[in-house]
């Protein structure tokens, strides 16, 4: 059974920097691509970043490329995000994913998820 348990949420004002981590259950991160994702009140959740497997390729969101930087560490089975120079738009519920079949942009695709984390930008 895959757990996905995210962290580190929280307030920050706009132009500044938080990490999100996303604690997975063993062997999760090494067996399936991992995934970032985020919904705001009344807006579908939405794409923010992915890595594969090995950790070898990563994929962003063009709202967060250049901004967001997303890792994992197989030994740990965590994947983390770091969010510099945030918006407030940026603002939302981070949810973490793991094991995505098909079309990795969209959240239909991925079969596990974790319950999220606000994080919330003031301006």
């Known amino acids: 059974q895959v757990h996905l348990v995210e962290s580190g949420g929280g307030l920050v004002q706009a132009g500044g920097s938080l990490r999100v981590s996303c604690a997975a259950s063993?062997?999760?991160?090494?067996?399936?691509?991992m995934g970032w994702f985020r919904q705001a009140p009344g807006k579908e959740r939405e794409f923010v970043a992915a890595i594969s497997e090995s950790g070898g390729s990563t994929f962003y969101a063009d709202s967060v490329k250049g901004r967001f930087t997303v890792s994992g560490d197989n030994a740990e089975n965590t994947v983390s995000l770091q969010m510099n120079s945030m918006k407030p738009e940026d603002t939302a519920v981070y949810y973490c994913?793991?094991?995505?079949?098909?079309?990795?942009?969209?959240?239909?695709?991925?079969?596990?998820w974790g319950q999220g984390t606000q994080v919330t930008v003031s301006s």
């Open positions: 063993e062997r999760t991160s090494s067996n399936y691509p």
């Open positions: 994913a793991a094991d995505p079949e098909g079309d990795y942009t969209n959240y239909v695709s991925w079969a596990h």
